[in-house]
């Protein structure tokens, strides 16, 4: 059983920036796709990025390109996530993911694919 920790969030001011983490442990799949998702209250759960932890490509939806950046550092099995310029909107809980993969993308974004999950950390961004 894969489990997933993040930390990071908090509550900034429009324009501001935020660093997730997500750590991963026990059971480790040899290849998988992480992802972060939000849900805001209200809304459907939706991708924000994924990794390959391979390969390290990525996918980021349209509406953080440009201003959040995921990384990983395979040697402590966690995943980061950069967020800049921060807007209101952006404002929800941040979940990580984990899923196995069998090659070396990730391209898809749908939270239903994804079958570990972390319990989510809150990012509240102000006007």
């Known amino acids: 059983q894969v489990q997933l920790v993040e930390s990071g969030g908090g509550s900034v001011q429009a324009g501001g920036s935020l660093r997730l983490s997500c750590a991963a442990s026990g059971y480790m799949y040899s290849r998988y796709c992480m992802g972060w998702f939000r849900q805001a209250p209200g809304k459907e759960r939706e991708g924000v990025v994924s990794v390959n932890t391979i390969s390290g490509s990525t996918y980021y939806a349209d509406s953080v390109k440009g201003r959040f950046t995921i990384s990983r550092d395979t040697r402590k099995n966690t995943v980061y996530l950069q967020m800049n310029n921060l807007k209101p909107e952006d404002t929800a809980m941040y979940y990580c993911?984990?899923?196995?993969?069998?090659?070396?993308?990730?391209?898809?974004?749908?939270?239903?694919?994804?079958?570990?999950w972390g319990q989510g950390t809150q990012v509240t961004v102000s006007s």
């Open positions: 993911a984990a899923i196995p993969s069998s090659g070396n993308y990730c391209p898809n974004l749908s939270p239903l694919i994804y079958v570990n």
